[in-house]
Nanobody
Framework: QVQLQESGPGLVKPSQMLSLTCTVS??????????IGWFRQAPGKKREGVAS????????VYADSVKGRLTIFRDKAKNTVILEMSGLKPEDTAVYYC????????????????????WGQGTQVTVSS
């Protein structure tokens, strides 16, 4: 049984890079097989997936809306998954969640929300100048 915990700066300026950390406990992301995804939900909008990574080899998938200004990667030593985003805008303000699903093949990596069964509590990100 894995547990996820998000952490981040809370308030970030548009000129700064946003860095969010998902700490995974209960299992190893390098010796097991997980898709670790980042999702976000803004007020009045449905939750959307932004990026995901296969924990075993680092394969990634990005939503078209954020591709080019966002990077997801692993820190194997810390058993964490990091999300970094640049070019921040007020519309990036949302509660950001990390989530996980257990898969065995990177070809199954996707941002299909119902497949993610393990969820963190979320962390608020507010983009403001």
């Amino acid at each position: 049984q894995v547990q996820l915990q998000e952490s981040g700066p809370g308030l970030v300026k548009p000129s700064q890079m946003l860095s969010l950390t998902c700490t995974v406990s209960g299992d190893s992301i390098t010796t097991s097989y997980y898709a670790i995804g980042w999702f976000r939900q803004a007020p009045g909008k449905k939750r959307e997936g932004v990026a995901s990574i296969w924990s075993n080899d680092g394969s990634t998938v990005y939503a078209d809306s954020v591709k080019g200004r966002l990077t997801i990667f692993r820190d194997k030593a810390k058993n964490t998954v990091i999300l970094e985003m640049s070019g921040l805008k007020p519309e990036d303000t949302a509660v950001y969640y990390c989530a996980a699903e257990y898969v065995f093949d990177s070809s199954r990596l996707a941002l299909w929300e119902p497949d993610y069964v393990y969820w963190g509590q979320g962390t608020q990100v507010t983009v403001s100048s």
